[in-house]
């Protein structure tokens, strides 16, 4: 006996090790430490059977194909991969220069620089307002109106309450809707002279929410794209109001109205021009097992709600979903094409438009897939219902279409 | 465990650059080891391609952040085959495989008599229903040291374990293969 103190692990590694190297025989083994003979002779015995088992390789059939699959499917992956990178690059420039082409004087928001005690005050003195019933009948009033200024302040409380950014744009969208609403009741009681108050104040909501949509630090990639998503629906339904209200208004009105206009126009344009300027994301995910492919588009990827998106994946079936006979199998050996033309996106799940799409697709196969694609987006187009009786036509420089407007003050 | 020899490091150099056809023979080369090892875990051989195929796959992917830092490449391509046999266990709990279900597997050895093909066929299908109820670290241990015949060093590289803490996994997974099988081997 050897090293009588060595524990059975060290023991049975130590004649594994003398078996596998030929230097012993199980018998030899057993007999350098026989007060473990009983413990290490099943367990001598099943490694030699375990080494002398049959070998098992890879099916000649899986075999011969495997290399050019998964060259294949590399090739397409690099393909892919460079034009991706291609469109963000794109992307960026877009972006950059949309910036640089934008006229808006984008102002900061002061948020979150008020203190606890100024807040408290706001809330008390906003509660007191609500109590009394001054906020409910003011928020009908016109300007010209003795309630005006106070549903002016309720407006500015409402936005100094509020803790987001995105809470702050659904808001400017809302008081810029109001708005347009009260110049069609101005013009309908026939006290013109307030529009261009009023037009104003519209135009500066519409500018600080595309601020946000643009500028801000906090917003999520999820909210950035249902602001977006609403912007668009919103801003088209108001140059519809804004049109008649053009077409009603005495002439010296109409100069700040179709400023007004053009600002909505504008801004729709610039956001859907963001929008599809945005590269798709083609990143599509497979889970390990069984297969499933996850088209997942950055949010920047929202599309216009009127558009479908074509989404053209061509995965390369695992030697699994090969037998699938639910998998279309093309002419190029190894790859399968899916093609998902009829993509249909029902209206009634986003009523408001504010998630669009609501979920993007999975496609779930038996077996893995190792996808590669793209999912394109529709060439641009404008929206069936979009106003075609435009005052002046759009110029296509956007630049060309505002002079520099003197920004609002930030709120204090 | 065979060290990476210098025609393998410069294909891993070349892949590394985005060579697919370097990183086709590097998959030639360990196509038959690694589909090995992932069929005596899943002892599922029509999965064990297509699980084959993710590891590659996977390895194309982490390339550019390979480095050899002493250890051979196989012992990589081990760790990733590990992680996806984790995956396809976590996704399949509840998918139990019975021996009847096992697709036939192909053996290495070309055999003269069907018969004998046959016994053999049945021997690898007991062994890896065998396998299959060790311990993910037994599993390994095994396959590694008994199957692929790597040494006690080389298999704590690839499990990233010291060499102590392997041959008591060593010890435990053949004291629980002995009672799974020992009837088998009688």
């Known amino acids: 006996m050897k090293i009588i103190s060595d524990s059975i692990d060290v023991i049975l590694d130590r004649c594994i090790t003398d078996i596998q190297t030929g230097r012993k025989g199980i018998e030899e083994c057993l007999r350098a430490y026989p007060d473990f003979r009983e413990e290490l002779t099943p367990l001598l015995n099943m490694v030699v059977n375990l080494e002398d088992y049959p070998r098992v390789d890879a099916p000649d059939d899986f075999r011969g194909i495997a290399v050019t699959r998964l060259t294949n499917i590399l090739q397409a992956r690099s393909v892919n991969t460079k034009r991706e990178v291609g469109s963000n690059n794109k992307r960026t420039r877009n972006k950059d220069d949309l910036k640089r082409a934008s006229l808006f004087p984008l102002f900061q928001s002061n948020k979150r620089g008020f203190s606890i005690i100024t807040a408290l005050i706001i809330i008390v003195l906003f509660l007191g307002l609500m109590m009394s019933g001054v906020i409910t009948v003011s928020a009908s009033a016109l300007p010209g109106e003795v309630l005006y200024p106070i549903k002016s302040q309720i407006e500015k409380i409402r936005l100094d309450l509020s803790l987001s950014d995105f809470t702050d744009s659904q808001l400017y969208l809302t008081f810029a809707s109001r708005r347009i609403s009260e110049s069609s009741e101005l013009l309908e009681l026939g006290r013109p002279e307030y529009i261009d108050e009023v037009m104003n104040d519209y135009s500066s909501n519409l500018i600080e929410v595309l601020t946000i949509l643009f500028e801000s630090k906090t917003l999520t990639n999820q909210e950035r794209a249902s602001l977006a998503a609403y912007i668009i629906e919103e801003l088209i339904f108001n140059q519809e109001q804004i049109n008649i209200i053009y077409t009603r208004a005495p002439q010296q009105y109409q100069g700040i109205i179709k400023e007004a206009l053009l600002l909505s126009q504008y801004g729709h344009d610039i956001v859907v021009e963001a929008i599809l300027s945005s590269s798709v994301d083609t990143s599509i995910t497979t889970s390990a097992f069984p297969g499933e492919i996850t088209v997942t588009p950055t949010l920047e990827n929202l599309l216009l709600p009127t558009d479908l998106p074509e989404i053209n994946l061509t995965a390369f079936p695992s030697e699994g979903a090969l037998r699938d006979p639910n998998i279309r199998r093309t002419a190029i050996p190894g790859l399968i094409k899916i093609i998902y033309p009829d993509w249909v996106i029902d209206p009634s799940l986003f009523p408001n438009g504010f998630v669009w799409p609501p979920a993007w697709p999975t496609f779930s196969t038996q077996y893995p897939v190792w996808p590669t694609g793209t999912v394109i987006p529709p060439t641009r187009s404008l929206p069936s219902d979009y106003p075609s009786d435009m005052p002046t036509p759009l110029p296509k420089n956007p630049t060309e279409r505002f002079p520099e407007r003197t920004p609002r003050p930030s709120r204090p | ?186």
Not at chain 2, 44 to 61: G, R
Not at chain 2, 72 to 90: G, K, M, T
Not at chain 2, 125 to 134: D, H
């Open chain 2, 1 to 186: 465990m065979p060290d990476t020899n210098q025609s393998e490091v410069s294909l891993i150099e070349s892949a590394k650059q985005g060579d697919i056809d370097a990183f086709g023979e590097l998959y030639t080369i360990h196509l038959d080891a690694i589909y090995r090892y992932i069929y005596y875990r899943i002892n599922n051989a029509q999965d064990a391609e297509d699980l084959t195929e993710h590891t590659f796959l996977k390895a194309y992917e982490a390339l550019p952040d390979y480095q050899q830092k002493g250890k051979p490449f196989s012992s990589w391509l081990y760790r990733i085959a590990h992680n996806v046999v984790v995956d396809y266990h976590r996704l399949n709990k509840d998918n139990i495989i019975s021996i009847e279900e096992t697709h036939d597997i192909e053996l290495g050895q070309k055999q003269t008599s069907t018969l004998q093909e046959i016994v053999n066929v049945e021997e690898v299908q007991t062994l890896a229903e065998g396998i299959s109820q060790l311990s993910s670290e037994q599993q390994q241990v095994i396959i590694l040291r008994f199957l692929e015949g790597f040494s006690h060093k080389e298999v704590s590289q690839i499990l990233d374990k010291n060499e102590g803490a392997c041959r008591m996994i060593q010890y435990r997974a053949l004291l629980t293969l002995q009672q799974i099988l020992g009837d088998y081997f009688k």
